[in-house]
């Protein structure tokens, strides 16, 4: 087709897919396929449904647009580029993939404005827009009065075959379907290709059936390569259905428009190359050079910036009237959207004296959320099926139901893949929400790419992992984690934190709720663990601290515990000091935050005259010579446990008191 | 009901119910509920249906039976013991859950004679029935003959509600769909009942229509508490289709017979109590103490024995057959049967000189898995859709699909999960098959706890990843492993090898393919790598060795170099050489091998008496202590990576010989 016979509207379909087609032939790198098939839907969404107002990305109100097929991101790039957004411009287009640039290689919310989410791992996408959707939800409900609406968006997504194969967008999609999310609208891009070839080979079931079996409304588009009016219908329809969300199934061509490479997984993920290109101009009748828009099409796309500005003013005055009518409200949902805790919520937090009787951790940290989410009305969340053992339910406060939007105790059933997204997506509709997720700390395996895209995203989600050593007992090995807390260090900007007892515990929630840019992990007891002398709320924040010293500051040697073990060393040094030795008590909860301290306060801690230290974890040794030195030693575990009452499992595997005794003399020597 | 008026088979459902309320109620620790609930489909099946030899639990062609909710492994136990195992006494049962024992908290099967797979996790065993399933239909396409059958056996699981909402289930069952594995055959316990309670808060999806939509056939058995004839019908029925795997949706009532707690989740996970015991004896009219089995009831479970026997003389009628008729075949099944590898496989390791041209690991694992699978007919995997990244494809061996199961190329789709488990399957299929799954490393967090499960179930699967590191480049953070690496190194009894060149690559399938009792994780890169003057096939296996040395055995400092870094150590050594350092050169390819050497070897390659050591890897420095020493030092990288082309991101990374050398200095002073 020629230039002149191309309908604004090709024109404008066929800017997304050449800006989509000459960046990643820039970079000699990327995905362009996606675009150039899911380029009309994505117009017909951005052009004539979507809610945004490209001048404030961050307006509370907006639709919410999530790419769960994340290695399309140039089509993402090119929206945001094309509708005026100032965090896109053209040169960063060019700069697509590049060191330093506002269009990464995949989505990133921390680095390109009117990104929402961070995907890239598939299936992440979906399972963060039902977080989006339950966020909208839940504020909706707990908000908007009859005679004044002040949360209202939808939340759409495209998510491909990729995503559709992955567990996690089943566990999440099955929960959507089970809430009944109405606002949430996911097309799913058929284009019956992945890297492997065709999906034939690997992925034949009926996707449409399935979304019915969870519950959703499911229509299908069978040309999305033209039909703009029947995608534009499907999501009319899609926006009629209130009570289930809506899969719109978009066949579509992968590379529409590259003669030779279309319908192929060579289009999938590399540059077509100057050839091909030439060759997709010529196809589609497009004779402008690289990166060079038709004004028509541009005028057309920006549109969006008076559009999304009237939005914004609407909402605004709708906000005015809210005020007026509602103050109290008002100023909660102000509060919220702020981001600001309320003054003094800390005091909520629960304080122990070694008078408290003994108490395992999980069992406090279920008082202190429950402490707490009275005074912090944003705190919602709940555990993958196991509510009774985490202790996670918030009393009262009813389970968010279909049709009970307003409760705050989610139930995500066996699925901690989805809670984990699920969770960064609430974080990340950037409402004020504080989201928990919840399971056994072993369990972390099955979520542990949410759990790393929360650091990676900088979605403050609070992550509550019981039953977090061996101690847990009779459930075995495949119950028990050994490897876990070391690997949760491992993550970068992940703050993982051992609570030693009750006083840690409450201050573990300080610190992660105050923690409003990236996520905590807390790691409870199962069993009881006695309150120790000494142990502080405000302490936890340094990470590590001084129990007790019967030293000058020159100990013999240092003990140092972290969660249950703590006690251990306490009760070791008391029997090591009745021999006349002089021994340094630190309570450990978090290496990450030791780590933030200035040098001044570590040399007090760990100084470094004192070369005798043992580290008592019921974990993995690896990493704690970074602490013990050269000269120090452990008692850890580095196998697998073992099926016992977890008393004996403790025993058998050396922690006990006389044994960190032992240990200690041997390094004492 | 009174004892007199029981059949038989009240009597037998009732023994295996009664055996698992006392084991659960003397450990005071277990789930009675599944147990209760699922007695009668696990009767029939075992009783009427199932071929297996219970005093050769080894018996290559039995059936397979997974209990995918393996936290009613007091199911499995009470059927091993009333049928006649010598791995499960009633001594045994006694001590369910306590140090030691054969009967752990969930099934083991490195523990348990008569166990397949170990459970727990809930979906893995679903998954890994698939991988069973798998096993026997690939052996039979390549072994069976018109005239002579020796492959043929069923896989059956049990799974729950908890099963069905993990994602890795779904995974797993669209690919069981897909592959049309028609002697698969899973019975869904259908008791409504999940830890939180009724399933109706947070799993409300149609199961049934789900199963349909993979392709599976879907039968229901509305009462399976008692209608015994009904679950037979839909056995018999299951296996009448053979192009489809079968799911029996069986309703049960969980803790079925506890008058005040069946059908609660109260009897999901704990003990019943002394008063309920007995409401429950007098309510099943069961008047015998506990631990006590009528004579009927073990007479008749113990003909299992007999018929075991006679099922196994008559396979082995059969094999002898084969053997006369096609000794070539038999040969190579009684090979794989025994586990042992061919004579000499090795010498089909290619090997590389430094002359051979640069290129990168996975290029060469490609090369390697190629060469080795002509000489290894027991080589089969795959990749979760990446096979031309990963470069796993075998070369004209086909497409493992429906009506192909002979072919040895394994097309997981977007699903690494479901590999993972199912890899762990085919492995613990026991038959000599070795598996392998392949995938991204940064997507190990998708399937993590399948590979801690094939550590710690013996799994010997070889897990081969590629793009290591932030060298992969334009992908960006979501796609770059920087604490995978140190993450896998954690999980005991699994091998972690990161080869530096195409020698030790090879070396690296060495260790793996000769490892046949724990699984080894291979990590490959995406960008070239040059080949090293002395590196080794053979000193992969010492996990660490000496590649250069300019001094007398005491070198001013050592740079330890792991995969693609190791080039720039050998780099960096040269330029502080020309100055007249004493520099010796490590490639460390595996912590896990190097610490298995004597401490003699150590010390040969890292002397005491030398504490100047540099670490050089681009992953996290976690861990690395325990090699540099208090004065040493690492280059690594602890935040995440960055999308930008991979040499760009090494070198704003530090990863540079330049920096090696710089970083060096700094050390020696």
Same mark, same amino acid.
């Given at each position: 087709m020629a230039v002149a016979t191309q309908s604004l509207e090709q024109l404008c379909i066929n800017s997304i897919r050449f800006l989509a087609i000459d960046a990643v032939e820039k970079a000699n790198s990327g995905h362009p396929g996606l675009p150039m098939g899911a380029a009309p839907m994505a117009f017909v969404l951005w052009d004539r449904f979507m809610r945004y107002n490209p001048k404030n990305p961050k307006w509370f109100n907006r639709d919410r647009f999530v790419l769960s097929a994340g290695h399309g991101c140039m089509l993402h790039y090119a929206l945001l580029h094309l509708t005026g957004y100032d965090s896109v411009g053209i040169d960063d287009i060019k700069q697509?993939?590049?060191?330093? &640039? !506002?269009?990464?290689g995949h989505p990133e919310n921390h680095v390109t404005e009117g990104v929402e989410v961070t995907t890239g791992p598939l299936g992440q996408g979906i399972a963060n827009a039902v977080g989006l959707a339950l966020a909208e939800a839940h504020l909706a409900a707990r908000f908007n009065k009859p005679d004044c609406t002040v949360v209202d968006h939808y939340t759409y997504v495209i998510l491909g075959d990729g995503c559709n194969m992955e567990g996690i967008s089943g566990e999440a999609c099955s929960l959507a379907g089970h809430w009944g999310l109405g606002k949430l609208i996911a097309f799913y891009d058929d284009n019956h290709i992945s890297i492997d070839g065709s999906t034939d080979i690997s992925f034949t079931e009926d996707v449409a059936k399935r979304f019915e079996a969870y519950g959703w409304h499911v229509q299908h588009v069978a040309d999305g390569n033209t039909d703009l009016e029947a995608i534009a219908t499907a999501i009319e329809k899609a926006k009629a259905v209130t009570d289930k969300p809506s899969l719109i199934k978009v066949t579509t061509t992968i590379g529409f428009g590259s003669p030779n490479k279309a319908n192929s997984h060579d289009v999938h993920g590399a540059a077509l190359g100057k050839a091909e290109v030439q060759a997709t101009r010529d196809h589609l009748g497009w004779s402008y050079p690289e990166f060079v828009i038709p004004d028509d099409a541009i005028k057309h796309f920006r549109k969006a910036v008076e559009r999304g500005a009237n939005y914004e003013d609407e909402w605004k005055a709708a906000l005015e009237t809210y005020k007026s009518k509602y103050p109290e409200e008002a100023a909660t949902l102000e509060r919220l959207l702020s981001g600001k805790l309320p003054?003094?919520?800390? !005091? &909520?937090l629960p304080t122990y004296t070694p008078e408290t009787k003994a108490d395992a951790t999980r069992n406090q940290s279920g008082v202190t959320l429950n402490a707490i989410a009275g005074v912090l009305p944003e705190l919602v969340g709940g555990s993958a099926d196991l509510a009774p053992s985490n202790k996670t339910l918030l009393k009262g406060l009813g389970d968010f139901q279909k049709g009970q939007y307003q409760n705050r105790n989610l139930r995500f059933g066996v699925r901690e893949h989805a809670m984990g997204a699920i969770c960064n997506g609430i974080a990340l509709h950037r409402s004020g929400l504080i989201p928990y997720g919840a399971t056994f700390l072993v369990f972390t395996d099955y979520m542990r790419n949410s759990i790393r895209l929360s650091a990676l995203s900088e979605a403050p989600v609070l992550w509550v992992m019981t039953h977090d050593s061996i101690a847990l007992g009779e459930d075995g090995p495949t119950h028990q984690p050994v490897e876990h807390i070391a690997s949760l260090r491992l993550i970068p900007d992940l703050t993982v934190i051992r609570p030693a007892d009750g006083n840690e515990t409450s201050g573990a929630y300080k610190v992660a709720i105050e923690n409003r840019h990236y996520p905590t992990l807390m790691a409870f007891s199962r069993q009881n663990l006695p309150n120790l002398e000494g142990s502080s709320i405000d302490n936890v924040a340094k990470g590590a601290y001084v129990l007790s010293d019967n030293s000058d500051g020159t100990p013999d040697i240092i003990l140092i515990g972290t969660g249950g073990e703590t006690y251990l060393c306490v009760d070791a040094a008391v029997k090591l000091r009745e021999e006349g030795k002089k021994v340094r008590v630190v309570s450990m909860p978090s290496w990450e935050l030791f780590e933030k301290q200035d040098a001044a306060y570590k040399e007090s801690v760990f100084p470094a005259s004192v070369k005798k230290r043992l580290a008592v974890e019921?974990?993995? &040794?690896?990493?704690?010579c970074r602490y013990v030195t050269d000269e120090g030693a452990t008692i850890s575990i580095d196998t697998f446990g073992a099926s016992a009452p977890g008393g004996v499992v403790l025993e058998k595997f050396g922690f006990t008191v006389d044994n960190v005794v032992a240990k200690a003399k041997e390094l004492l020597g």
């Open positions: 697509f993939r590049q060191w330093g &640039s !506002k269009t990464p003054e003094g919520w800390e !005091k &909520s019921a974990g993995v &040794s690896f990493g704690w």
